[in-house]
T-cell receptor, first 112, second 117 residues
Framework: DAKTTQPPSMDCAEGRAANLPCNHS???????VYWYRQIHSQGPQYIIH???NNETNEMASLIITEDRKSSTLILPHATLRDTAVYYC?????????????FGKGTLLTVNP | GAVVSQHPSWVICKSGTSVKIECRSL??????MFWYRQFPKQSLMLMAT?????????EQGVEKDKFLINHASLTLSTLTVTSAHPEDSSFYIC?????????????FGPGTRLTVL
């Protein structure tokens, strides 16, 4: 799986967009980019994933660069409840059992 | 999305006793589940892969005789911490892939906080 690099922490004002970057320069062609977040003392929560195209769901948008070496998770209108550690993880496709390797992630703090 | 539950949510036990933690997939079947451990201010570390109907696969450095895993059905995996000691105090989290997606998106339980006195 690709090694990912994220900033250790970020701050965002409530109501503003939060843009969380992730570098994955060694990602292979069949690896998806997955984003999870972990609110304090809870299990991780799936947010979104993508392969090549940009993706959007009810939680967030995922922008993947054309060369797939980096991506950005966008929370369009951050709320205080979005304060969490956000993890960017490369995952092989194919439907086989796989393991998630969690890095240190980015601690996003949403301020009032 | 798919729902994974864990029980109990927290447990306190005396040193030397055994503790069982259950992980259930509530609205989907999971032939594979994963167990993670998380110490304070650290990231999740994979402990083992639980396989329905066969032996679990443990990560390097995880004692299989201490952390017993049983995957008795397609919706239930259990982790038993045997002869627990204070250093086993941690946040234990399970996950299960929902094969409704091409890439087996994993869903996580809420975690179990174990405190060994």
């Amino acid at each position: 799986d690709a090694k990912t690099t994220q900033p250790p922490s970020m701050d965002c004002a409530e109501g503003r967009a939060a843009n969380l970057p992730c570098n994955h320069s060694t990602i292979s062609g069949n690896e998806y980019v997955y984003w999870y977040r972990q609110i304090h003392s809870q299990g991780p929560q799936y947010i979104i994933h993508g392969l090549k195209n940009n993706e959007t769901n009810e939680m967030a948008s995922l922008i993947i660069t054309e060369d797939r070496k980096s991506s950005t998770l966008i929370l369009p209108h951050a709320t205080l409840r979005d304060t969490a550690v956000y993890y960017c993880i490369g995952v092989n496709s194919g439907g086989s059992n796989y393991k998630l390797t969690f890095g240190k992630g980015t601690l996003l703090t949403v301020n009032p | 999305g798919a729902v994974v539950s864990q029980h109990p949510s927290w447990v306190i036990c005396k040193s030397g006793t055994s503790v069982k933690i259950e992980c259930r997939s509530l609205d989907f079947q999971a032939t594979t589940m994963f167990w993670y451990r998380q110490f304070p201010k650290q990231s999740l570390m994979l402990m083992a892969t639980s396989n329905e109907g066969s032996k679990a696969t443990y990560e390097q450095g995880v004692e299989k005789d201490k952390f017993l895993i049983n995957h008795a059905s397609l919706t239930l995996s259990t982790l038993t911490v045997t002869s627990a000691h204070p250093e086993d105090s941690s946040f234990y989290i399970c996950s299960a892939p929902d094969r409704a997606f091409v890439t087996d998106t994993q869903y996580f339980g809420p975690g179990t906080r174990l405190t060994v006195l």
